[in-house]
Nanobody, 123 residues
Framework: QVQLVESGGGLVQAGHSLRLSCAAS????????MGWFRQDPGKEREFVAV????????YYTDSVKGRFTISRDNAKNTVYLQMNNLKPEDTAVYYC????????????????WGQGTQVTVSS
């Protein structure tokens, strides 16, 4: 089992940047595919980005391509989401999640979740 704790959220103006971090504890971090998801109130949780166990493969939802970058540091048991040129529509609670196995993008396929961190982008 793995425990996940997100940090780095906040209130920023459109066009600015934030970096989210997700610290993991428990079983060997490199055993897990790591994903970032987000959720607005009243909406379903949606995929943002995913990174394979050793960072070789990354995938992004179309709306964040070219603006967001997912990375991981297995020595620090941490996955990051660098978010540049933020837009008001990026406002949501951001969650990191972990799974063992293939690099997948559906939230239902992830077993472990953090508590989330709020990102608010003002126009």
């Amino acid at each position: 089992q793995v425990q996940l704790v997100e940090s780095g959220g906040g209130l920023v103006q459109a066009g600015h940047s934030l970096r989210l971090s997700c610290a993991a504890s428990g079983r060997t971090f490199s055993s897990y595919v790591m994903g970032w998801f987000r959720q607005d109130p009243g909406k379903e949780r949606e995929f943002v980005a995913v990174i394979s166990r050793y960072g070789v493969n990354t995938y992004y939802t179309d709306s964040v391509k070219g603006r967001f970058t997912i990375s991981r540091d297995n020595a620090k048991n941490t996955v990051y989401l660098q978010m540049n040129n933020l837009k008001p529509e990026d406002t949501a609670v951001y969650y990191c999640a972990a799974r063992v196995g293939a690099t997948l993008v559906s939230p239902s396929q992830y077993d472990y979740w953090g508590q989330g961190t709020q990102v608010t982008v003002s126009s």
